[in-house]
């Protein structure tokens, strides 16, 4: 699905340096980011699962 906006955001990222393989994978996970917030029962739940992604992701957190 094409939309005003992904053409708009195509053409920023190609004028910011972006290859068309680059824009394309960025798109896709544009796609699967969204699909996983809509499993959220709220914008709440995905902030706090965002952040301790954050955590996790610079230390702060350990496995188990």
Request: charged share 25%; with cysteine.
């Amino acid at each position: 699905m094409t939309t005003a906006t992904t053409i708009h955001s195509t053409h920023q990222l190609a004028s910011q340096g972006f290859t068309p393989e680059e824009i394309a994978r960025l798109e896709a996970l544009k796609c699967s980011y969204n699909a996983f917030r809509e499993r959220c029962d709220s914008d709440r739940e995905f902030q706090q699962l965002a952040f301790l992604k954050w955590r996790y992701e610079h230390g702060d957190l350990q496995r188990g």
